[in-house]
């Protein structure tokens, strides 16, 4: 099965904050990557597919970029609702994720 | 209103039996592949099984194949786990989640997903 592994694994922002995150495949994955937010209690929401696809109804401070084994998610500004944690996961083969991001309050 | 709906999880024996079931509400649900998807406490999302519209096609990640069973219902909108030899492993939150494409195969992301059942597995 294919690796993800992301980076960092927790990251403390202030509101207004540029944040990037970070998914590195263990092997190519060509742009078959999507990223997920989770708050707790609650389901896996989806904001990216296809690597840089923004879903519908996610606000345009959400982007992704990246191909093959590294990819990034990039949220603006940050803003009070995305304190979450954040999955990547790859289909490119069996379904995997990464371990997650957990985006904290400064 | 589209919606996925877990239930059936509980308290397990080690080696016992649970059915999960997902009820979906909103869309045409035979159009559209189902999965199972858990995550254990502190761990990550793992990806356990997939089932096709009209449940042609399934398939298993390796570490439930020959336990675990998906299959679906389409005159009640209703996805299935059947869970059997459970071990400590398997406690975690059980998530119902869809496949956006119409018709399609293979794997691909969720757009949807339920809110899960937990599955406690413990002596």
């Known amino acids: 099965d294919i690796q993800m592994t992301q980076s960092p694994s927790t990251l403390s922002a202030s509101v207004g904050d540029r944040v990037t995150i970070t998914c590195r495949a263990s092997d190519n994955v060509n742009e078959f990557l999507a990223w997920y937010q989770q708050k707790p209690g609650g389901a896996p929401k989806v904001l990216i597919f296809?690597?840089?696809t923004l879903q519908s109804g996610v606000p345009a401070r959400f982007s992704g970029s990246g191909s093959g084994t590294e990819f990034t998610l990039t949220i603006s500004r940050l803003q009070p609702d995305d304190f979450a944690t954040y999955y990547c996961q790859q289909y490119s083969g069996a379904s995997t994720f990464g371990q997650g991001t957990k985006v904290e309050i400064k | 209103q589209l919606q996925l709906v877990e239930s059936g999880g509980g308290l397990a024996k080690p080696g016992g039996s649970l059915r999960l079931s997902c009820s979906a509400s909103?869309?045409?649900?035979?159009?559209?592949?189902m999965s199972w998807v858990r995550q254990a406490p502190g761990k990550r999302l793992e990806w356990l099984a997939y089932i096709s519209g009209r449940s042609t096609f399934d398939n298993y990640a390796d570490s439930v194949r020959g336990r675990f069973t998906i299959s679906r219902d389409n005159a009640k909108n209703l996805v299935f786990l059947q869970l059997d030899n459970l071990t400590a492993d398997d406690t975690a939150i059980y998530f119902c989640?869809?496949?956006?494409?119409?018709?399609?195969?293979?794997?691909?992301?969720?757009?949807?997903w339920g809110r899960g059942t937990l599955v406690t597995v413990s002596s």
């Open positions: 989640a869809r496949d956006p494409r119409v018709g399609a195969a293979g794997f691909y992301y969720f757009d949807l």
């Open positions: 296809q690597a840089s």
């Open positions: 909103g869309f045409i649900f035979n159009n559209h592949y």
